[in-house]
């Protein structure tokens, strides 16, 4: 079935540049997101990529898409604290399959 | 001007009890969503609706049960709530149900706690 995979853990010094890697399954997704969640919020849309892309930039945000190896990532560059959250990958066609996230700290 | 917004924020409940949570967006989108995050924060769909119509129910026990008054409102009502229950539950919305051309836009969440 629809999978989607993520490391659990990133640690990152401040000013460091963070990668968050996922891989997913399903390849009828059009977009790929990436999703931040704060400590007791709710879910923030950080950026998406169109899956023809393979590449997106965003200020601090690059999103890479490997189609063929069905894999995806996040680099935030010059990663600060206000950074630290749980990132999740999802897509899906008519339901978004999510990332099991990755939790990203970030120390001084 | 919340796009997508629940009540209550939290919830405490007793075992055996049935409980609402409510759900509007005002972004105009045709599609709503519920999501249940677990103490893992792990994400998985419940329900998805079009247009006031269930499209997707995901092996969700019947004591769950949404409903859609309205393209704006997708309501859940949990009767005999169980310790399991306990989560973050996420209403969402989307302008198409198969994400062709947006994102899904959450709400702030649910936190229930059933003791």
């Known amino acids: 079935g629809e999978d989607v995979e993520q490391s659990l853990f990133l640690s990152v010094r401040e000013g460091d540049s963070s990668v968050i890697n996922c891989t997913y399954t399903?390849?009828?997704?059009?977009?790929l997101y990436w999703y931040k969640q704060e400590p007791g919020a709710g879910l923030q849309l950080l950026t998406y990529?169109?899956?023809?892309?393979d590449m997106k930039q965003d200020q601090r945000l690059t999103v890479l898409l490997n189609k063929k190896d069905k894999h995806l990532s996040l680099r935030i560059a010059d990663t600060q604290t206000g950074d630290s959250a749980i990132y999740f990958c999802?897509?899906?066609?008519?339901?978004?399959?999510f990332g099991a996230g990755t939790r990203l700290a970030v120390h001084p | 001007d919340t796009a997508v917004s629940q009540t209550p924020k939290y919830l405490v409940t007793q075992m055996g009890n049935d409980k609402s949570i409510k759900c509007e967006q005002n972004?105009?989108?045709?599609?709503m969503y519920w999501y249940k995050q677990d103490s893992k924060k792990f994400l998985k769909i419940m329900f998805s609706?079009?247009?006031?119509?269930?499209?997707i129910n995901e092996t969700v026990p019947n004591r769950f049960s949404p409903k859609s008054p309205d393209k704006a409102h997708l309501n859940l009502h949990i009767n005999s709530l169980e310790l399991g229950d306990s989560a973050v539950y996420f209403c969402?919305?989307?302008?198409?149900?198969?994400?062709?051309?947006?994102?899904?836009?959450f709400g702030q969440g649910t936190r229930l706690t059933v003791v």
């Open positions: 969402a919305s989307s302008s198409r149900f198969d994400y062709s051309d947006t994102e899904a836009f």
């Open positions: 399903d390849s009828s997704s059009t977009y």
């Open positions: 990529i169109f899956s023809n892309m």
């Open positions: 999802a897509g899906g066609y008519n339901k978004l399959i």
């Open positions: 972004l105009g989108h045709d599609t």
């Open positions: 609706y079009n247009n006031k119509e269930l499209i």
